[in-house]
Each structure stands twice: as structure tokens, then as C-alpha cells.
DNA sequence: ATTGATACTTACTTTTTGGTTGGTATCCCA
DNA sequence: TGGGATACCAACCAAAAAGTAAGTATCAAT
């Protein structure tokens, strides 16, 4: 088997949230379980894809469980795992400071806007 | 001047601290102030050119600091800035989460080694 | 038999990110 | 006069990530 090696830390933490889609579907999650087309609509930018694809590997990593409920149509939530809720905390902060960052650019004239606010 | 509208406060944190290489750049110099070539050494795998181009990202964030010494041969150091620090927390708890999930992985047999562990 | 709803899946293209190589600039010192 | 040391920059190319569009599968209701 080929080992993999990492100097710090947070290289880890960045492959489990890192990416253009991870840490928003995670941030979703942390509040509630979701089903893919609510996920659409929180995440109106994101493609079928593109959800798709980082939901596998959220699973992947043990972050994020698929819940298939027998019925039809067919229906499916995604919920953090136990795991997954280890990340909560950094999930908060994270949203947090982006909301300051927003804040404070938009103070020194940057047109900027923040359509969600999250108030956790 | 084109709106910029971010639909949650994560995404703007992750035009920060996102990519490959901002987040370990920045949790190297959340413990003390670097010199290029010390950064380079404490981060072999990237290049150069990345090394530079991340930092000029992080300063026109105003989250690093470019302090130049007037010697000769020429010296310049990269730190956080004051607004720069309030990552802090946020950075730590990525290393720390991180090497949590190293340990796991590795209980579970996995074949993964994380080579300098920043006891902070 | 056709449509509607849901949740994917695949093939293909574009964009973004990262890597390589080879350069510049400054000044001291031998 | 020509290394050596440090920091940086530019041109070019490769690889990875993300976007688009269209198709599959299931089963119920009409």
C-alpha cells in the first residue's frame, strides 16, 4: 500500500472540507437533515453534479450519511454523521468570521451582500 | 462596480483560507513571523512560485503582512496582521481536528503517517 | 401507454489551479 | 569582474476541478 504522508494537520482537515462545495453542503447540514432538492434550493449555484458527486465523498469519508426512506417517489435525506458533528463547531466559526469579513468589506465600500444569515 | 453576493458567511472564508496552500501558509505563521525560505522549508512540496503568489493573495486580504528589513542581501518576512490573528482560533482547530482524523485513519488501518505534529 | 416525481449518472467541455524552467534585481566581497 | 545570497517574476504547459446537457431508473397514478 502506498503511504500517504502529511506535514500538518490541516492538509487532512482540508481534503474532508476543502473544495468549492464542501464546507457550504456542511454548513447546510449542521442545522438539519436535507433531502438533495432541498439541498438544491439552499445551494441554488451548485449542479445535480456537482451536489452529487461531494456527497459520495463526504460518505466516502464517513462525514455525511445517505437515509433512504422506502417509499416512492423514491426519497432520500443526507444528515452529518456522529463524526460529522465533530466538525460542527468549526463549522459555526467558519460561517461566523465569513459574516464579520462581509461586514467589515462592505464597510470599507466594497459592494458586497450576504443573502442568508444563518443565525445559528 | 459589479455586485459580489454570497449566499452564506463559509463561502467568503473559504476565498481566504482555501486552495492548497493558504491554510497550512497561515497555520505556519499563526506561531511566529517566517522568511520565505524558512516557509519553504517547512512546506517542501510547494513551489515557488505558489509560495509567493499565496502570500500576495493573503496581504491583499489583509491577513498577512509583508515586513521588509533594509540589509543587504535582502530580507523579508511574512506575518500575520492584527485582523490576521483573529483566524487564530479557527486555524488551531483545523490543525487539531485534522490530526484527530490522521489518528483514526490510521487505527483503522490505514497507511497514513503525519510527519510534524505542531504541539500548540 | 404515458406522464410525473425523485434521485441520480454519463459524456463532454471549460475554467481554475498548480508545476517547470529560466530569468531579473540588489549589493557585498574576493 | 564575477560569484553568492535572497527574493521575486514571467512564460508556458499539465492536471484537476467544476460546469453543461442529456439520459437512466423506479413506480404510482391517470
Known amino acids: 500500500m502506498p503511504e500517504k504522508t502529511y506535514q500538518i494537520g490541516v492538509e487532512a482537515t482540508m481534503e474532508v472540507i476543502g473544495g ?11 442545522l438539519k437533515p436535507m433531502r438533495t432538492s432541498e439541498l438544491e434550493r439552499a445551494i441554488p449555484q451548485i449542479s445535480q453534479k ?3 458527486q461531494q456527497l459520495r465523498e463526504l460518505e466516502a469519508a464517513n462525514i455525511v450519511d ?12 443526507y444528515r452529518l454523521t456522529e463524526y460529522g458533528h465533530s466538525l460542527s463547531g468549526i463549522l459555526h466559526d467558519l460561517c461566523v468570521w465569513g459574516e464579520e469579513n ?3 468589506r462592505r ?6 451582500t450576504l443573502l442568508h444569515r444563518d443565525d445559528l
Not at 66 to 77: A, F, L, N
Open 107 to 112: 464597510e470599507q465600500g466594497e459592494e458586497i
Open 66 to 77: 445517505r437515509h433512504v426512506y422506502q417509499e416512492v417517489p423514491p426519497r432520500v435525506d
Open 102 to 104: 462581509i461586514d467589515l
Open 20 to 30: 468549492k462545495w464542501k464546507s457550504i453542503i456542511l454548513c447546510h447540514l449542521r
Open 50 to 52: 456537482m451536489l452529487v
